[in-house]
T-cell receptor, first 117, second 111 residues
Framework: NAGVTQTPKFQVLKTGQSMTLQCAQD?????MYWYRQDPGMGLRLIYY???????DKGEVPNGYNVSRLNKREFSLRLESAAPSQTSVYFC????????????????FGDGTRLSIL | GQQLNQSPQSMFIQEGEDVSMNCTSS?????WLWYKQDPGEGPVLLIA?????ELTSNGRLTAQFGITRKDSFLNISASIPSDVGIYFC???????????FGQGTRLTINP
């Protein structure tokens, strides 16, 4: 039972480098999410995808792009990394309810720890 | 936007003590969820609440969906060392397809 798998688990980047964080879920969930977690600030939503083919901005989308590659995979891209993007990034998924039934619990991966120098 | 106020931010207790934490909001939610996060891992769902007034237990954990739908409570009875971690509440609004998370309660247990 893999659930939500994130790769890589750790990464160090230099300012200005680009990188894509990968996320895949095997629970046939419709919805997928990307969060960042910073000390004292809890989980903040970056982008989400309510269903395959759709993506929407969350609370802190600036500096990020996402791609819902298929139902299983949702990637997060940093085009030009900045030190302020040093954080722990979590991917989550929920479903398989219909789009209007949004209250399905979200299941999280173990995170990607990203440091930008 | 919607915000959740989770309290306390941190707790330092003795093993065996009971724990209480809560989340409040100025907005109404249709769903309340409680998660626990261990160091180096992602949050794991503990309890899900879907109805105002609902009281649900999961072992030594009990959570309640406030009758006003603006708050929720989590209680842990007879704490043990493995209860250490960060506990998050999250609220969901039907149709919004998103959850709002509290800032977390960090629980530390002194043996």
């Amino acid at each position: 039972n893999a659930g939500v798998t994130q790769t890589p688990k750790f990464q160090v980047l230099k300012t200005g480098q680009s990188m894509t964080l990968q996320c895949a879920q095997d629970m046939n969930h419709n919805s997928m999410y990307w969060y960042r977690q910073d000390p004292g600030m809890g989980l903040r939503l970056i982008y989400y995808s309510a269903s395959e083919g759709t993506t929407d901005k969350g609370e802190v989308p600036n500096g990020y792009n996402v791609s819902r590659l298929n139902k299983r995979e949702f990637s997060l891209r940093l085009e030009s990394a900045a030190p302020s993007q040093t954080s722990v990034y979590f991917c989550a998924s929920s479903g398989p309810g219909q789009a209007l039934h949004s209250n399905q619990p979200q299941h999280f991966g173990d995170g990607t720890r990203l440091s930008i120098l | 936007g919607q915000q959740l106020n989770q309290s306390p931010q941190s707790m330092f207790i003795q093993e065996g003590e009971d724990v209480s934490m809560n989340c409040t909001s100025s907005s109404i939610f249709n769903t309340w969820l409680w998660y626990k996060q261990d160091p180096g891992e992602g949050p794991v769902l503990l309890i899900a609440l879907y109805k105002a007034g609902e009281l649900t237990s999961n072992g030594r954990l009990t959570a309640q969906f406030g009758i006003t739908r603006k708050d929720s409570f989590l209680n842990i009875s007879a704490s043990i060392p493995s209860d250490v971690g960060i506990y998050f509440c999250a609220g969901g609004v039907q149709g919004a397809q998103k959850l709002v998370f509290g800032q977390g309660t960090r629980l530390t247990i002194n043996p």
